[in-house]
């Protein structure tokens, strides 16, 4: 499979160093960014690997299998729909786009080529959560009672500052609280309705959202709350973290902590042996071990090669995860709780 890397920033670097655990499976025969000083960082990572000035120009030009998006939001659709069109398959990352429509237009590009598209809702793919899913599903300790998360970390500029403009990037609530959205609906299905509440004291914001709490209305046996932020100080660790309470447990993740998870049954605490994702995936690689990222390459790799499109996040569950942080930001703006179609 020959992979073209549209984005060399924080993201598209990291996938790029992934690809390296995939040889031969995979080769990376194309980076394109738009900025000189990633393209030369590329070049250094990357020697022999050809380089364009922009996604646009390596998707008219290279002849390219797989493409993975790592370019601002507001660009996704555009290089995605562009790559569907090519003939390629997609690995975009999450948030999928700004709005629904958009998303949508990514969808019927993917139908239209019969290419997979793929959004990086990595949680699905994160061994925390997805054992966290497997108590919700299994109900081995009754069923959930309540579920609190959190995602807090200092501020993402980004190139040209795309992360503090809610026009190209939608701003924290909907870039990075969304995982914890998107760990919502896989796990627990749509809410009923959500009430948000959130704001941003950064002046260079122009009043995107910045800092949010976010209430899922499940009915009255299930509380379901996430915090978000992108305004912690300096020097504060990022952190992600959950407690999920059962009728008969209560498991805490938090990656700041070592282990991570913790699981409080039957009068002792312990700490449960992560789910290998791997195991389920015949990709063929001889890995042993590897992260979410890794992971959620791995199961796409796996889709492309079998011909089977992508279940773990589809492009129409991306797109509801889209919808639900719309829903969200509509919440904060009215202070009035929104229903979810
Ligand atoms: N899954 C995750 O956990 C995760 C984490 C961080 C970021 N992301 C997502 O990854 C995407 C990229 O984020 P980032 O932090 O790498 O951003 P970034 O600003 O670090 O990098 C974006 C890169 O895209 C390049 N670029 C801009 N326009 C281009 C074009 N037309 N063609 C080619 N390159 C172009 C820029 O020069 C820049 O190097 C975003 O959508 C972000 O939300 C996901």
Known sequence: MRIGLCGYGSMGRHHSQLFRKHIPVVELAGIADAS???RELAAQDHPGVQ????????LANANLDVVFVCVPTYLHAELSVQALQAGCHVFCEKPMALQPEECQTMITAANESQRSLMIGQVLRFWPEYIYLKELCDSRRYGPLQSLSMTRVGGVSTGWQGWYLDERRGGMQIFDRHIHDSDAVLWILGQPRAVQSYGFSLDPHTAGGINHSFTHYDFGPELLVSAEGSADMPAGFPF???YRATF??????FNSRQQPTLTLYADGQASHPELPN???DVSSGLNISSAGPYFN???????????GRKPATVTPESAMQTIKLV???????RSAKPVTIQ
């Not at 009728?247 to 805490?252: D, F, G």
């Not at 959620?296 to 790799?301: D, L, N």
């Open 296 to 306: 959620e390459q791995a199961y796409f790799f796996a889709c492309v090669r079998a």
């Open 277 to 279: 994702f791997l195991e």
């Open 326 to 332: 719309r829903a969200e930001i509509a919440s904060c």
């Open 51 to 58: 380089l364009w000035d922009s996604g646009q120009e390596m």
């Open 239 to 241: 952190t992600a973290a």
């Open 247 to 252: 009728a008969r447990a209560c498991l805490e």
């Open 36 to 38: 000189a000083e990633r």
